[in-house]
């Protein structure tokens, strides 16, 4: 009993001393799709209350939160507010923010009053009273430690709490250097964490990407241009396989690519917050060039004669007779023996262009050309925070035609097109339904 009232006594102190199961929970903030540092994300859970602000990114991170329900609010200056209930697990995926703008009536009405001048400031200082004796507690022969000016609110850089030798000058008692405007930092500035974030007013500077730094509308966008061109008068010759001196064929390719992506702006109609546009465009022209080899018919086989026509082997070949079936007399087709069908179909053969051999009499360069287009087409649009409309288009033409050793040209063409649609609708943290 003493025994397993002891291991009782021992889980219960350790179940007190074990931390709680934790997750990290992050996400990204953005105002028309794109990053919105400098706001404030509050996660509240009962009397638990963190907060975190966004970076450069506009992502935020809580890497300690407990597991459960959080209540997550999202504020900055001039957006209104979002508030969103998530549930802290682990590998739980980010949470997205977009925020939106407020009126400018609004704005206004929550602007602070501009702060009036400080009126103590104002007032000519009085003249110091003479000193009857040292202050209990200085040093005899110490100054007395310079009175503190009052200032407007907000994070500001003073002499007294600008370095350590400062700090213990005051405590010693000896007096400061009166402060002047090259090392007082502007207090007027927008506050986050302790530090001013306004590009314009302060000389915290944020990166060009943030505030009234931003660039114009061309740092929105993004293209490419891509260009390959080949030609003949850079190649060599095709290679001859009966080595004969075969002129050589001019040709020439060429493949190019476009692309270009950004939010879609149409003046008076849609201003501001438009889809985001993807546009990807290849196109292909070719003209090539072959070499080919055959074995025509010769001038004394048009007429029937075969009597010097060799075989693979480098032996004549026997003509057999289809009535009898046996050979013709001395390799000789009679003329009378040869059908008109026969004479038509001889006239589309042409005829030897070098001296006729068992394998290959004929050689010719061949042009053929080959065209081709590829467009794709993606547009994605959030809406607030919860529906997200993906679509893309994608169509590809192709034209080709190619020359045969008879002369004649084939020609082939087709077309593809390709068109999806989908939408998504998220109804939690973790659900959602997709339609498409």
Not at 98 to 116: G, M, R
Not at 363 to 377: E, K, R, V
Request: proline share 9%; charged share 15%; net charge neutral.
């Amino acid at each position: 009993m003493f025994v397993r009232g002891l291991s009782g006594w021992l889980c219960a102190a350790w179940l007190a001393t074990s931390p709680l199961p934790a997750a990290e929970h992050h996400g990204v903030v953005k105002f028309g799709g794109l990053p919105l540092p400098g706001a404030s994300v509050t996660a509240v859970q009962g009397e638990k209350r963190l907060v975190a602000v966004t970076d450069l990114r506009g992502f935020y991170s809580f890497p300690d939160l407990a597991d459960g329900a959080w209540t997550l609010r999202v504020e900055m200056q001039c957006f209104a507010p979002a508030t969103r209930e998530v549930a802290a697990a682990a590998n739980a995926p980010p949470a997205e923010w977009e925020l939106d703008l407020l009126p400018l009536d609004e704005i206004k009405a929550t602007a602070p009053p501009p702060s009036a001048p400080n009126a103590a400031a104002a007032q000519p200082a009085a003249a110091p009273k003479p000193e009857t004796g040292p202050a209990k507690g200085s040093r005899r022969g110490g100054k007395p430690a310079p009175e503190v000016a009052n200032t407007p609110s907000g994070f500001q850089r003073t002499e007294a709490t600008a370095s350590g030798d400062a700090a213990q000058a005051a405590a010693e008692g000896e007096s400061l250097p009166a402060p002047d405007e090259s090392n007082q930092a502007p207090a007027d500035g927008f506050l986050i964490n302790g530090s001013v974030n306004n590009g314009v007013s302060t000389p915290f500077a944020q990166a060009a990407a943030f505030g009234n730094n931003r660039k114009g509308p061309r740092s929105l966008y993004n293209g490419g241009l891509g260009l390959t061109l080949d030609n003949s008068a850079f190649d060599a010759r095709s290679f001859s396989l009966t080595g004969q001196d075969t002129p050589k064929p001019g040709y020439n390719r060429m493949q190019g690519l476009l692309s270009f992506g950004g939010p879609l702006k149409i003046p008076r109609l849609l201003d501001r917050n438009g889809p985001n546009v993807i546009l990807n465009y290849q196109w292909m022209r070719n003209r090539n060039a072959t070499t080919r080899t055959s074995l025509m018919p010769t001038s004394a086989e048009r007429g029937g004669d075969f009597s010097r026509t060799l075989d693979a082997l480098g032996k004549p070949v026997s003509i057999l007779d289809p009535s009898s079936g046996s050979s013709f007399p001395g390799g000789v087709i009679p003329e009378s023996r040869l059908s008109p069908q026969v004479k038509a179909l001889l006239a589309f053969y042409p005829p030897p262009n070098f001296d006729a051999s068992s394998r290959y009499n004929y050689q010719i360069p061949l042009i053929g050309s080959t065209h081709q287009d590829n467009l794709q087409t993606r547009v994605n649009k959030s809406v607030k925070n919860r529906n997200q409309i993906n679509g893309a288009f994608a169509l590809q033409s192709t034209r080709s035609d190619d020359t045969n050793l008879f002369g004649f040209l084939d020609t082939t063409g087709t077309l593809g097109l390709n068109l999806s649609l989908n939408w998504m609708h998220r109804f939690a943290q973790r659900t959602f339904a997709t339609v498409g």
